[in-house]
C-alpha cells in the first residue's frame, strides 16, 4: 500500500543490504504467511538483478489467515516489530502495518487478514499470480512495474508466470 514509485529512479538497482535484511525477516515470518507485492513476484520471477524497474520492495505486503492473525502478532512482538500508524487505519479493519529497524535499515510490514488462494515458490507462499494482479489498484500501487505487466501479459496468453525471465525482462 506504498506510494507509486518515482518513474525517474525505475532504472536504479534496489539497495542489497535492505533487500538481505528484509528477506531474512521475511523468511522468518513465512510459516504464517503469504507474500504478496513486489515480494511475491520476486520469487515468482528466476535469479535476477535488483532494479526497482522490476517489482517494489519499499514495503513487504503478506496476508495472515484470520485464525493465525494473533500468532502473527505474537512473532512480530518477539521479533521486535511495532505497530505503526498508517492513513488506512481508519478505513480498514483488516489492515494492519508494522516496522522495526534492523542494522540501520527500516523494515515495513504491510499485513492484511484475510485468506488469499496461494502457490509455493522457493520455499516461501505467494498470492497465486491472477488474484495478485486483482490487487493492482486497490491495495497494491506499483502497477507499471516489469513484473506486473508481463504477468498480465502472460495469463491473458494462458501462460503461467511464474519462473518466466519476462518478469524481469526489460520492456524494449
Same mark, same amino acid.
Given at each position: &500500500?506504498?506510494?507509486p *514509485?518515482n ?19 521475511l523468511?522468518a515470518? !513465512? /510459516? @504464517?504467511?503469504t ?7 520476486h520469487? &515468482? !520471477? ?9 517489482? %517494489?520492495h519499499? %514495503?513487504v %505486503? @503478506? ?5 493465525r492473525f /494473533?500468532?502473527?502478532v505474537? @512473532? ?7 505497530r505503526?500508524?498508517? *492513513? =488506512? ?11 522495526k529497524?534492523v542494522? #540501520? ?6 499485513v492484511?487478514? *484475510?485468506?488469499? /488462494? +496461494?502457490?509455493?515458490?522457493? #520455499?516461501? +507462499?505467494?498470492?497465486e499470480?491472477?488474484t495478485l494482479?486483482? =490487487?493492482? #489498484? %486497490?491495495i497494491?500501487?506499483?502497477?507499471d512495474?516489469?513484473?506486473?505487466? !508481463? ?5 491473458a496468453r494462458?501462460i503461467?508466470p511464474? #519462473?518466466?525471465?519476462?518478469?524481469v525482462t526489460? /520492456?524494449?
Open positions: &500500500m506504498g506510494d *514509485r518513474p525517474k529512479r525505475a532504472d536504479e538497482p534496489w539497495n542489497p543490504e535492505r533487500l538481505r535484511i528484509a528477506e531474512a525477516e523468511r515470518l !513465512a /510459516p @504464517l504467511v507474500i504478496s507485492g513486489g515480494w511475491a513476484w520469487f &515468482m !520471477a528466476p535469479p535476477h538483478e535488483e532494479l526497482k524497474i522490476f517489482h %517494489d519499499k %514495503d %505486503d @503478506l496476508f495472515v489467515e484470520p485464525a /494473533p500468532e502473527l505474537q @512473532l512480530l512482538s518477539d521479533r521486535g516489530f511495532h505503526i500508524w498508517s *492513513r =488506512f487505519d481508519a478505513t480498514s479493519t483488516h489492515f494492519y502495518r508494522y516496522a529497524y542494522e #540501520g535499515a527500516k523494515v515495513i510490514l504491510d492484511f487478514v *484475510r485468506h488469499v /488462494p +496461494s502457490v509455493q515458490v522457493g #520455499g516461501v +507462499s505467494v498470492v499470480p491472477a494482479l486483482s =490487487f493492482y #489498484g %486497490d497494491h500501487s506499483t502497477e512495474c516489469v513484473s506486473v505487466l !508481463a504477468a498480465r501479459q502472460l495469463l494462458g503461467e511464474i #519462473g518466466r525471465s519476462e518478469l526489460r /520492456p524494449r
